[in-house]
């Protein structure tokens, strides 16, 4: 079965590959990823790309498609990524405490948030079970679990006011900015790295705009314009991140969240600056596809098989950290690691297009036997 490359699994493709290298603190290539030089970074092309698959999945808002199955279907979805947060979260715990025998060194034990499982084990697992306590870097599943559980939400009134959805996204988004709404972390107190009741605005800005009428229609037929007013947003962006330029949070007025920059809360001048370089940046993919169809389709197969990928990454980007801890780091550790990461998400993502052909043709055939 041949796969059609498409643009969404070709971006996606880039946010893994991108999120794999930010994982790493001090990388050399993350220089060359758009997080150096952009306000927003991966995660809000991930979280806006997922809301458009999301709309892909559930079909136009006339879809004949039952409200009970397409909940439960949703639901199942959130499942799966539980299921996938909780694996990887086990294997980074047993990587961290292995390396940490190992080297008879009890610091890596408070890597990443994860001191107080090995501390006070009884409450954490508990904690980690119900994703209200996540080690660093392996936050981003939890945040996708509970978007996935609020879908239904959304998919339901898109299917009875499709008018409707991005109202209450920004309604929420709104309250939850102005009344700083955080979701707690237990048992050590905080707050969730990305609170799900603010990102909920990029998930749903990514559903919409997959429409193909309505906004998302709206927004096609006037791309040209839209693209001369983005163009200047993502200079100024560019500006801001490399010298530094930001606003003194004493001298903004309240709700202060509406005029900072907050990843936890993707504030506005974020999911701002993110739309414009979506909107500059979609122009190019033509062109890549034309001079560069290796890489798009490398990147589509990896966008394809997205959580796997992202699991394996997640693993990969510790063993990343871990491996510079160990060496010191340097451009050379540094290709290394990217060339190794980069090589076995790719693995990955072919093992399971040749499983899933390897079915096909299995099926195919019992098919051709019984008839």
Not at 133 to 145: A, D, E, R, S, T
Not at 152 to 159: E, Y
Not at 202 to 218: M, N
Not at 229 to 247: E, R, S
Request: glycine fraction near 6%; proline fraction near 5%; hydrophobic fraction near 55%.
């Amino acid at each position: 079965m041949i796969r059609q490359v498409n643009p969404v699994d070709f971006w996606r493709g880039i946010a893994l590959v991108s999120i794999f290298i930010n994982h790493i603190p001090g990388i050399y290539y993350s220089r060359f990823t758009h997080t150096a030089y952009s306000i927003s970074d991966s995660a809000d092309l991930f979280v806006f790309l997922a809301g458009w698959a999301l709309r892909y999945m559930v079909g136009a808002p006339s879809s004949k498609m039952p409200a009970w199955y397409l909940t439960l279907r949703l639901w199942g979805r959130a499942i799966t990524l539980y299921m996938a947060q909780i694996v990887i979260t086990m294997i980074a715990l047993a990587i961290l405490a292995g390396v940490a025998l190992w080297l008879n060194n009890p610091l890596l034990l408070e890597w990443h948030n994860a001191a107080a499982v090995f501390n006070d084990p009884g409450q954490t697992l508990v904690g980690l079970a119900l994703i209200t306590h996540q080690l660093g870097y392996f936050n981003i599943l939890p945040l996708y679990v509970l978007l996935m559980t609020m879908a239904p939400v959304f998919v339901l009134v898109d299917r009875v006011s499709p008018h409707l959805v991005l109202p209450l996204s920004l309604l929420i988004y709104g309250l939850t900015l102005g009344f700083q709404v955080s979701i707690p972390t237990w048992p050590i107190e905080g707050e969730w790295f990305f609170n799900p009741l603010a990102w909920q605005l990029l998930f749903v800005l990514g559903f919409v705009l997959a429409r193909e009428d309505g906004i998302g229609g709206l927004i096609r037929r006037h791309m040209q314009a839209i693209r001369l007013i983005a163009l200047p947003i993502l200079i100024i962006g560019v500006f801001l991140t490399y010298y530094g330029w930001w606003i003194d949070p004493t001298e903004v007025p309240t709700p202060k969240l509406y005029f900072l920059l907050s990843k936890t809360y993707a504030t506005p001048p974020r999911v701002f600056q993110f739309l414009a370089l979506v909107a500059v940046m979609s122009v190019t993919y033509p062109y890549i596809k034309q001079f560069a169809s290796w890489l798009v389709e490398f990147l589509a197969m990896l966008g394809r098989n997205s959580l796997y990928v992202f699991c394996i990454s997640s693993i990969l980007s510790l063993v990343g950290q871990i491996v510079r801890f160990l060496y010191q780091g340097s451009v050379y550790i540094d290709t290394t690691v990217v060339i190794c990461g980069i090589l076995i998400m790719a693995f990955t993502a072919w093992l399971l297009e040749w499983r899933k052909r390897f079915n096909d043709r299995i099926s195919l055939r019992v098919a051709a036997s019984s008839s």
